[in-house]
């Protein structure tokens, strides 16, 4: 099959009509940007073969913003050598006509013969399905959809079937693939088809026989806590009666009266214990202070003798701080004048570099005055320049609006006056007498103007009235005079006699004023700032160079200076020598004062101490505590002894704890009271229970339900058999069938290898059982399609189409192949590589291939159609 020719009317966004014609039988390239009309050419044609004409969905083909419009879409081509046309008209006076050769299909049958020749089935109403697009649907790629190749080959499935059979000399039973799907649904019906999980029959059998299986054994633990509940009645009954016969909560009761006495009687021993305790702290207290006065007293004592001692060695290290002090005072006396003459060595040091320093900044200064007096004299030149082109550009300026309106009538006038000379009536004379015009002789040569009627007198001969023949002259004159009134006017106005004159003026004042702009800027070089700015400066700078003369008359004679660093390293040895003599001094007055200081504040301690203990006061105090120490001494240790066999006492009491027993013997009975009261429960309980399950015909149940065990059982192994064996069952038929689809796939895997190798170089690809790409294996590695990349997918979807393609093309089928927008994620190496194949398929195939990217597609060595150039040429 190939297309000749496109005709597209009112579709969408042609409003007009599109003719497409001279179609090649292999490539063919459209390009235009983005909404040019790739997408809707590859939409008519598919519109005009595969939707129904009579469609009531497609009223989007009408043409953008004409609703009355009528979309049509005719095309020519060949079928084997058969020259074939198609036309369809929708929304809006719907036709379809098919022409075969001689044969003319018209409305439903020529849609019926359509599905026929290229591969799909129609739709029962509405727009088309995917599932009905068959082979078009798979070779005819949408925009976008290039990746997408499992659903539109498992569409086109029986199709390639067909094919395929035709091209192996296999075949694939239909009746195998009933028989499968038979069983299949058969074992669909016990099992799931992905996780073979039981549903259905078995699912329910299962399910009924886990109930059954789950009610027994609940009753069988009924019946099992049934008789563990008797024995435990018995139990607990027997419990309950030896407990009412032995009454063991009132011997708790008794024992804990008898322990509360004995905790009573260590109670009051306590008390009696604490009263000893706090009797032997206060004479402790007192026998402590007692003991602390004496101890004071023999302090005291130590501490005089001591202080004695110190004010010896006080006194003597006196003296030797004094004379420490008198050498630091000497020494400090030498430092400091030897600071001082290295002070006066430095400033006369200083005061040589200050001098240096000066004469460099008198000569600086010198120069700089210098400087400017030869600035302030070339800036008064170039200012008296600028003041006289100033001067004279002023005396010569001419008004340049005045100077444009003079060139332009002066340009009018001359115009006007060849005009006007043109105009009038030229009379050349060559006279050997004299005639008269008007009032005037004329003779001998010369030419006459006349610009009104004039009496020529001829002499004897007559007279002559030369009436001019241009109707206008009169207005040209009047004109004329106008605008030399106008000119003469403005030569007065800018005062001048010409033109030419006002011209030379107007370039003489250029000259001027260019050389105003060029003094000008000599004058900003010598002086950016002014005249007097220069004048200002060359006053501070002669004020400075005077300050400067005056400050170095004013230093002292430094012809015998030393160097400066020399100076400066010899004072600051003087000075920090210095510092050190004179902090010497202050530590020696520090270590005098401080010595001075101890020394009389212990002869003052030291006497205060003497005094105290002379004291007599203080010596009959100390007779009497001294006495009260052997007293108290006698009194704590016969406390001590009474209070420690107090203690031996409550010791012995506190052994067993009585309050504890008296709490633990309480609790112990009413533990004993409340355990008989819930055992007497729990007897009541247990026999309700008991006459509850036994009333219930427990026995006859379980049995009931152990028979409906035993069935339903019997059931579920009876499924689950019949699901092994459809399971079987399957196995075999599919692998019998798959080693005949395996023959069969043999033509397209050939052609798949053929288009793959090259861009997937030592790769195979792998099919489903719907002829689609399921698994591309390469360098040992599988990967579904699903983990390709997009870019991958992309590619794989335009090569497996070449090979679809070429199975049909070999079994008779006719094949078209269009792709819109196809390899967009595609690297420039693969795209080359994809343009090889498509060259390759071109010998055999017809391709429309639309994008948007014409400078990726120039090198197929094909046309490039512009859709552009397309309209408009429409």
Known sequence: MKLESIAIQEFKQFTGRLVIDDLQPGLNLFTGPNEAGKSTIAEAVRAVFLERYKASHLKDLLPWGKASGQPSVEVTFDMDGTACRL???FVTRQRCELKIGQTVFGEDEAEDKLAALLGFSRAARGPLKAENAGVPGLLWVQQGGTQEVRDSTGHAAQYLRDALSQLSGGHESAGEDALIAAVQRELRQLLTARTQKSTGPLAEA????TALIEERDELEQQ??????NIVRLATQQEAFDDAQRKRPWELHEQKAVQAQQRAAAAAELERSLQGLAQSLQLKDAELALSLQQEQAATELEAAVTRERQQLDAARANVSTVQNEHAQAQASVAQFEQASADANRAHELANAAVTAGDLRSQIALHRTESERLEASITAAGKANEAVLEATRAAAALEIDGAQLKRLQSL?????????????????????????????DAKVSGEGVLRLDEEKL????????????????????????LASLEAQHAQLLQTLGVASLGEAEARHEQWKALVAQQKSQAKILEVHAPQGIDALRAALASADARLQSANGRLAALPDVSAAPPLDEARRNADIARDAREAARKALEQAAEKRSTATATTESLAAQLQRKEAQLADEAFCRNRALWQTKIVEQRVQVEALKKQLEGRERELEAVRLDDPAAEAKRYRASAELARNEQHERQLRIAQLRSQLETVGASGLGERLAAVNASVEQATRRKEELSLRASALSLLDEV??????????????PLTERLGHYLKRIFPQSTIALGDDLSPATLDRYGRADTLDALSFGTREQLGILTRLA???????SGRPTLLMLDDAAVHTDATRRDAIKRALIDAATRHQILVFTCHPELWDDLGVRQRAIEDLKVAA
């Open 206 to 209: 299962e399910q009924a026989l």
């Open 456 to 479: 020529i007198g001829l002499g004897e001969i007559g007279e002559l009235r030369v009436i001019p023949g241009v109707s206008d002259l009169s207005a040209r004159l009047s004109e």
């Open 733 to 746: 038929l599919v692998d019998e069938r798959d080693a005949a689809v395996a023959q069969l796939r043999a």
């Open 410 to 438: 002066d340009a009018e006038l001359t115009v006007l006056r060849a005009r006007t000379e043109a105009a009038m009536t030229r009379i050349e004379y060559r006279l050997n007498g004299a005639i008269t015009v008007g």
């Open 87 to 89: 036309s369809k008209q």
């Open 223 to 228: 019946r099992q806590q049934f008789d563990e």
């Open 804 to 810: 679809y393609a070429d199975l049909l093309k070999a």
